[in-house]
């Protein structure tokens, strides 16, 4: 009967496909490349082996259409990867809303490994923690992927570029303090990733220690037609303090530019556990301590990979191009307009 259906649903589309009005392509053209969800990722088999993933990016301010939100978005998340795909998944911490609440993942964590049971150590394998933040981020510069050049995309990242921009903002680097996220007085960010090993689990990820910031602050560029022009800035007293500031004139298109974009850093925001994945939970204890074996049937809690959950951080590289080195010869009037 399922084949049947099937082959009627294939009629029934069929003078539409003579109509050109469907266009059936096989599914390797149609899966989805990993940019739907606007996630800026490093993908180390695209580039090269020696030199290893090169970038520059631009970290962004949150803003909305009602005003400004933090920087970036910190998310304490599990991931279960067990032999039964229905209790795999990945589970936002309630240490997400209340630091001082109990994680039924981590405790469990801590009891699998504290056990004097093998098998029982063994188990804890199965779950993997991770702390990302993610950010607005604008590709300036992508030797491997030239597509996504010009984009605002949502960068993820943990505490080997977290601790970069914290160094940034305390002047450990330059001797100058910087908000990295200043659209007047940040910096472009040079990403390199590079594969090495793991000593621990012999796991292979991504290093970005040799990722750093430009050691001079720049305007952020916006991007039209193929190319990047700084915008221009004036002096202003802020709070008694004389700093650049972004030319009011250019403040729309400015808006404009950093609105323009696929996705909206909310959707990666840490989200309450629900009923569902409470059960869920429960039953991956059980299976785990070896109260229960496997058997809970419900769909998966996320959409989420392990590839997610990579030791350590996202991407690095590094360009060239210092600010400035890009310009239109169109007038600035012109270039800035209808963005």
Known sequence: ??????????????DDFFAGKVNVKPKFLTQSNGEDNGLYKVDLSKADARKGWRSVIRFLPNISENGVGDSSIT????????????LSGAFDSPRNFN?????????????????????LKEKANALQYSVKDYSYVLILEDEQQPHLVGKIMIFQYGPQIKDKIIAESKGEITGEECDVFDLANGKDFVLIAKEIKSDKTDKVYPDYKTSSFKPNSSPVKLFKDGVFKTIPVVEADVNGVTKNIPDPAIVPALKNFLLKRDHDISDFAPKVLTEEQHAKINDIIAVLTGQKTAGYTSQNSSSATAEDFRMDDELSSDSGLESGDLSGGDDDDDFFANL
């Open 75 to 86: 998310k304490i998340s599990h991931y279960v990867k067990m032999s039964t795909p229905e």
């Open 1 to 14: 009967m399922k084949n049947v259906m099937n082959n009627e649903k294939l009629m029934n589309n069929l």
């Open 99 to 119: 630091p001082k609440a109990q994680c039924p993942l981590s405790n469990l964590y801590r009891t699998l490994t504290n056990s004097n049971n093998i098998v």
